[in-house]
């Protein structure tokens, strides 16, 4: 049998199993499929990621810039739409705008202003949580590889190590508490280890109290002097007061350190 030389010195001759061996050999990719799969891993790296989620909230604030919704306070609702889907498409624009950096505020006298005190405050908590929920998903999503690297610093390991072992009562607290701002809450717990259900539950119950307060002030706003308008001022001055004195005497402390 003639596998690789004859004992005489004749010719080599290739046996079968060495054929089908080189045969099964895997091929090197081609340069275009490298090519592709460098720019695939490039496109889906952690920093290009978080600079698409920069890019959508900037286009999102340049869009709202140019429709001004807060036209709705002076042009009101249109007329085609009533009722409970006109309050659902209200909660869905909320959302939408709360994403966009378009001032809480601002929309809640525009939910109370349209819709009276008890659709508007359903209205106005479903845009909340629908928004919060928008942006913790989209910074989770695009941005929490690339940003979570970069939580050295002791108070921002200390923010982080709260929201993610205590998630649901330090957002809880955050959402009573009128001088955090509602963006930079949603995309710190995003960043955090922190659940999307408890994210999504303590939004609900702790927006409730200074959403209803601006919510009753733009649908008694026609009637400046009534109990009703005075309290729920009252409910938005009072809490905000009392934010600014804990931030200023804790500012003193931070100073004496």
């Known amino acids: 049998m003639l596998d690789a ?14 054929t089908a061996t080189d045969l099964a050999a895997p091929l090197p990719p081609a340069p275009a499929t490298r090519f ?12 290009s990621r978080l600079s698409l989620l920069v890019a959508l909230l ?15 306070l002076t042009d009101g609702w249109p007329d085609r739409l009533g009722g ?11 959302g939408v705008c709360t994403v966009a950096f378009v001032p809480r505020p601002l929309l809640n006298l525009a939910a109370g202003a ?58 809880l607290a955050a959402r009573l508490f009128p001088g955090i701002p509602f963006a930079a809450s949603n995309y710190c717990a995003a960043v955090s280890r922190m659940g999307l259900p408890p994210f999504l539950l303590a939004t609900a119950l702790g927006s409730v109290p200074n959403t209803a307060a601006y919510v009753v002030a733009g649908a008694r706003a026609s009637t ?15 809490p905000g007061l009392a934010g600014a004195v804990v931030a200023w005497r804790k500012r003193h402390r931070l100073r004496g350190r």
Do not use: N
Not at 36 to 47: D, F, G, N, T
Not at 84 to 94: E, I
Not at 135 to 141: M, Q, V
């Open 36 to 47: 592709a799969a460098r720019c695939v891993s490039v496109l889906l790296s952690p920093w």
């Open 114 to 171: 349209l819709f009276g005190s008890q659709l508007g405050l359903a209205g106005a908590l479903g845009g909340t949580v629908l928004g919060a929920g928008l942006a913790f998903c989209l910074g989770r999503a695009l941005g929490q590889e690339a940003l979570r690297p970069l939580l050295r610093g002791r108070w921002l390991k200390a923010a982080d190590d709260q929201l993610s072992r205590h998630g649901f009562r330090s957002m």
């Open 84 to 94: 409970a889907a006109a309050v659902v498409a209200y909660a869905v624009l909320y």
């Open 224 to 238: 400046p002097t009534s109990p009703a308008f005075l309290i729920a001022l009252a409910c938005i001055a009072v």
């Open 58 to 72: 900037l286009t999102a604030a340049s869009l709202m810039l140019v429709l001004e919704p807060q036209r709705l």
């Open 5 to 18: 030389t004859t004992r005489s010195g004749g010719t080599a001759t290739a046996s079968p199993r060495a």
